[in-house]
């Protein structure tokens, strides 16, 4: 199945769930009349379930955007369990109602992916991100950041697609997977990334931004306090080497000054035994 735009507006992992339920609704309204109901109404959950709309994604340079529709759950720092790195970790949950394909959040190349077979509890928990099963991307972009995003089966979402391997090349917006009825998926982003959604927001795959992530890692800045202490470190020695030169110079001077003033002590001495007699 080729991930580029244009593709169908209706998802082509949902042709055999609508064909199958309209041939059915057809059949079982020329046999049975109203009894069909049910049918036709599987038949327009599943054609609303699978729409797969195109979406314009912003052109921000340091802008991780919303993998898929839906409502945030978490935004939190947390351990990137596939990276072993803190991270912000920001999770998206679809309900039946969300469109559930999956969109890279980033420009960047696929180094892995790793998928976990678990269980199926309700995507909305917290446990289901370390509990259900799961696919996980872990991609680096174009300016080295590292970024890992996860499919998060949910409780009767029974089926991950990934259409992305080690190696792959990805664009913000570009489908790479889809999950059957119902899940979440997490985003785990370096630690110096700036949320730009909370809990509780309901957001809109490639078109939402989730975060801003500098092009750069943050070394330079980390860098900073160590030289200014190394600046401070060498000015203290430059003190400690000024006070001692200072006090080495001043000492002969107080020599001098301590001879001088038992001179004339010894000089009042002499001067008072001559006056008043010893």
Known sequence: MSRFYPHPIIAREGWPF???????????TLWAGWWSLPFWLFTVFALQFFRDPARTAPQDADAVLSPVDGRIVVVERAPDPYRQVESLKISVFMNVFNVHSQRSPIDGTVTAVEYTPGKFVNADLDKASTENERNAVLATTRSG??????QVAGLVARRILCYTQAGDTLRRGERYGFIRFGSRVDVYLPADAQAQVAIGDKVC???????????TAPEAVETQPAAAAATVAADIADYRVQAEV????????AEVAQTDIEASDEKVRQAVEKEFGA
């Open 205 to 215: 795959a490639t078109e939402t931004i989730l975060a801003r992530l500098p092009l």
């Open 145 to 150: 950041r590292e970024v890992t995003f996860v």
């Open 18 to 28: 609508i064909g199958g339920g309209l041939i059915a609704s057809v059949l079982i």
């Open 246 to 253: 200072t006090a080495t110079e001043a000492l002969p001077r």
